[in-house]
């Protein structure tokens, strides 16, 4: 399984564009990108997923460069309600073999 | 349409007692996952199936742990004895599992957990 790597915290004011950036050194031919998000007390949510380019949809967006080895979660024009752990997930996708590995994820927080 | 459902929403017990979750994944599901999630920390897969058939168990602690998905629809996730440490929340979560690579058919869903507290 590639491991991920994402910042610890972020803070960011109401109104603010957010980049989130994962490194993924190791993914793998047939890994896929996937962005969950989790408020307190309760269970994650997935956000957006991707293999390369750029995906967007109605609460955000994913930049994965040519080489795969990072990619950046963005979500624009972020409110309170947006504070939540953010976990950057890398693996297969596929039917029984698709993987959901959790790293330790990324804390961000929405100040007024 | 209804989302994975998980029971009991909290439980204490003491240490050396036995506990068991239960949870309901979405309807025509085929995989379903238990986690363990620490708090400070993100889930930790502890068990997948596929259908009524384990696909990854490396990281359930077997000796205290056990789960099952009769028939392939709903689980339970024992824990006997517990220990303090098994303080954490409970996160059951099911997915299309199927082949074709397509949004839909990847995407989890996660339930609301069930929070255990050891003491």
């Known amino acids: 399984l590639a491991k991920t790597t994402q910042p610890i915290s972020m803070d960011s004011y109401e109104g603010q564009e957010v980049n989130i950036t994962c490194s993924h050194n190791?993914?793998?031919?047939?890994?896929?990108i996937t962005w969950y998000q989790q408020f307190p007390s309760q269970g994650p949510r997935f956000i957006i997923q991707?293999?390369?380019t750029k995906v967007t949809n109605e609460v955000a967006s994913l930049f994965i460069p040519a080489d795969r080895k990072s990619s950046t979660l963005s979500l624009p024009r972020v409110s309170l309600s947006d504070t939540a752990v953010y976990y950057c997930l890398v693996g297969p996708i596929s039917g029984s073999a698709r993987q959901l590995t959790f790293g330790s994820g990324t804390q961000l927080t929405v100040l007024p | 349409e209804a989302g994975v459902a998980q029971s009991p929403r909290y439980k204490i017990i003491e240490k050396r007692q036995s506990v068991a979750f239960w949870c309901n994944p979405i309807?025509?599901?085929?995989?379903l996952y238990w986690y363990q999630q620490i708090l400070g920390q993100g889930p930790k897969l502890l068990i997948q199936f596929q259908n009524n058939g384990v696909v990854d168990d490396s990281q359930l602690p077997k000796d205290r742990f056990s789960a099952e998905r009769l028939k392939g629809v709903d689980s339970t996730l024992k824990i006997q004895p517990a220990k303090l440490e098994d303080s954490a929340v409970y996160l059951c979560?099911?997915?299309?599992?199927?082949?074709?690579?397509?949004?839909?058919?990847?995407?989890?869903?996660f339930g609301q957990g069930t929070r255990l507290t050891v003491v």
């Open positions: 309807s025509g599901h085929a995989t």
């Open positions: 979560a099911s997915s299309p599992g199927k082949w074709e690579i397509k949004r839909e058919n990847t995407e989890a869903f």
């Open positions: 190791n993914i793998a031919t047939n890994d896929y």
């Open positions: 991707g293999y390369k």
